[in-house]
T-cell receptor, first 117, second 115 residues
């Protein structure tokens, strides 16, 4: 799982509660990403960030929020507005670059499994 | 719009036989193509990539993939399957230009290697 640490491994959310998933990387990568994985649907992009203090919505950003105050950290908050949060959440990072090499490869954390109580 | 299709949800193959996991893509510019593997309750691990150059790309654990521009395909292959290859495989694409910062993943193919 490279140099990306996600915590906690398992998380439970009560109705009306906001919860925050942690993602930290020590790879000195510029870009970080959050994906949601549901069975049979592959990975869907929630948010991504290319530089500190900047981030863009992905395909399913509603009910989620992020921040990027430090290069190595990209926490994801699942808000009470997300009515179906049960899923496996994956954080990834990559060093941006125009040509190949190690750039462009996404490195993933081990994931956080979120369930609703 | 960029997209990836993995037409098979499930692939079964006998141990020692060759395996193929299919992927087709759609991208507006030059494609950067990737294969990842996922074991249960784990993150994705990088297997191989095509950026430019030879159409046959070799990667980790004896896997290889062939880029076919005319068929817009990037099928994953291995000459002799192992039981330990059983996992979920994802194909991904990224636009090769400066502005292609998103990666697009297929829905995954579950590979089962039968002893």
């Amino acid at each position: 799982d490279g140099g990306i640490t996600q915590s906690p491994k398992y998380l439970f959310r009560k109705e009306g509660q906001n919860v925050t998933l942690s993602c930290e990387q020590n790879l000195n990568h510029d870009a970080m990403y959050w994906y949601r994985q549901d069975p049979g649907q592959g990975l869907r992009l929630i948010y991504y960030s290319q530089i500190v203090n900047d981030f863009q919505k992905g395909d399913i950003a509603e009910g989620y929020s992020v921040s990027r105050e430090k290069k190595e950290s990209f926490p994801l908050t699942v808000t009470s507005a997300q009515k179906n949060p049960t899923a496996f959440y994956l954080c990834a990072s990559t060093q941006q670059g125009y040509k190949g090499g190690a750039k462009n490869i996404q490195y993933f954390g081990a994931g956080t499994r979120l369930s609703v109580l | 719009a960029q997209s990836v299709a993995q037409p098979e949800d499930q692939v079964n193959v006998a141990e020692g036989n060759p395996l193929t996991v299919k992927c087709t893509y759609s991208v507006s510019g030059n494609p950067y193509l990737f294969w990842y593997v996922q074991y249960p309750n784990r993150g994705l691990q990088f297997l191989l990539k095509y950026i430019t150059g030879d159409n046959l790309v070799k990667g980790s654990y004896g896997f290889e993939a062939e880029f076919n521009k005319s068929q817009t395909s990037f099928h994953l292959k291995k000459p002799s399957a192992l039981v330990s290859d059983s996992a979920l495989y994802f194909c991904a694409v990224r636009d090769g230009g400066w502005t292609g910062n998103q990666f697009y993943f297929g829905t995954g193919t579950s590979l089962t290697v039968i002893p």
